[in-house]
């Protein structure tokens, strides 16, 4: 039995941090040291919303330091990175290739506490805790089904490992996986926070000729070149029907609208904003995991426009994390540079703070050894 601190939401929309205790992993399970967590606005809304007691945290990236029985593919003291989809193998989904939406294990998509390990995994004054997606990477150890671990085979940082595993994938994987933009086409990217900057990535790493970076933020767009965007709109707080930023995509695009468009800011008003910024027939890309209902002008699918909605980049885990590592031991993707400031873990208030005033990119929480 592991004592750790962590950080646990009091399913009141308030957190507290205390010890708890990490149990030996079970069969198919590992034992994971935490070397560092994302901040993901994800959190922040589990711990306002869920009104149940758990650890925060689903990104994650640290080493191996147990091994349940079964388990050939780790070692101890393996560098890894967790994944919150968790696939099975076996139900329909993860048969047809849709790893991030298993029927089985997946915390959006499966079956409740499936994709958990076993109720010895995590106690709290005696009682079995949930770790949110399955995870719980805001403590300094976790127990997780070995299916949600894949293995680094690279010299990144840890904080910058960590941010793969929700931000970077569901960004760079919404334009690769799911749109899958073609060399030499236009893109808008609507929202320039840490998932759009890696929409922006992705689809420079796709070859796009004109990428057009959006926000509301000036001092988001300073930094947007650097990542890719080859063009920038500062978008208006009072824009109604978006005719502002519709003209402004417009006017970088032969007057039609872009090949592809991207929401990236979660903001359910903005829903339906990259219909308007595509031409006819292009596809627009619903990025941010909005879940609230939203209207729909009909009008803005004439004509032939596609609007989809993938989860979480429609991830591969072993295949898109290795492929994401490879393009950042290239030097073709930038990670290092997303993670704007790293807290200990008693400062993730600050962290929260920070993220929600748009001051970062990405924070990350970083665990002393």
């Known amino acids: 039995m592991y004592k750790a601190k962590a950080a646990i939401a009091d399913g009141k929309g308030g957190f507290f941090f205390d010890t708890v205790n990490v149990g030996k992993p079970s069969a198919g399970e590992v034992k994971i040291k935490i070397k560092a967590s994302g901040i993901c606005h994800t959190d922040w809304d589990s711990i306002k919303t869920w009104n149940k007691k758990f650890i925060i945290g689903h990104e994650g990236a640290g080493t191996v330091v147990e091994l349940g029985e079964g388990i050939t593919e780790f070692t101890i003291g393996d560098k890894v990175i967790l994944n919150w989809a968790i696939p099975c193998g076996e139900c329909f989904q993860c048969q047809e290739g849709n790893l991030h939406i298993c029927e089985v294990n997946s915390p959006v998509t499966g079956n409740g506490l499936c994709g958990h390990a076993g109720k010895q995994a995590c106690e709290h004054n005696g009682n079995s805790l949930e770790r949110s997606f399955h995870l719980g990477t805001m403590s300094e150890y976790t ?3 070995a299916a949600a671990v894949i293995k680094i085979h690279s010299d990144i940082p840890f904080p910058s490992a960590s941010i793969v595993g929700c931000g970077v994938m569901t960004g ?9 933009v073609k060399a030499g086409s236009s893109v808008a990217v609507l929202g320039c926070g840490g998932v759009g900057l890696n929409a922006i990535q992705g689809a420079a790493i796709s070859g796009a000729a004109k990428i057009i970076a959006i926000d509301l933020s000036p001092e988001r767009l300073t930094q947007v070149k650097a990542f890719g965007a080859t ?62 209902k939203i209207d729909f002008d009909c009008e803005l699918f004439e004509w032939d426009k596609i609007y989809i909605n993938p989860l979480y980049g429609q991830c591969n885990p072993k295949r898109d994390f290795a492929q994401i590592l490879d393009l950042y031991d290239a030097k073709k993707l930038k990670l290092d540079e997303l993670v704007t400031k790293t807290y200990s873990l ?21 665990f002393d050894d």
Not at 173 to 180: E, F, L, M, T
Not at 271 to 276: E, F, H, I
Not at 346 to 366: N, S, Y
């Open 143 to 145: 127990v997780v089904k």
């Open 172 to 180: 760079y994987g919404s334009v690769v996986n799911a749109a899958k």
């Open 231 to 292: 063009h920038t709109v500062l978008a208006k707080k009072y824009d109604p029907d978006l005719v502002h930023m519709i003209n402004e995509v417009k006017a970088l695009t032969n007057s039609r609208g872009a090949d592809y468009a991207f929401e990236c800011t979660a903001v359910p008003a903005l829903g339906s904003a990259p219909l308007a910024l595509i031409r006819s027939a292009g596809v627009a890309v619903q990025v941010s995991g909005i879940e609230q």
């Open 346 to 366: 008693d400062e993730l208030q600050t962290g929260f703070d920070d993220m929600l005033a748009g001051r970062i990119a990405k924070g990350v929480v970083v």
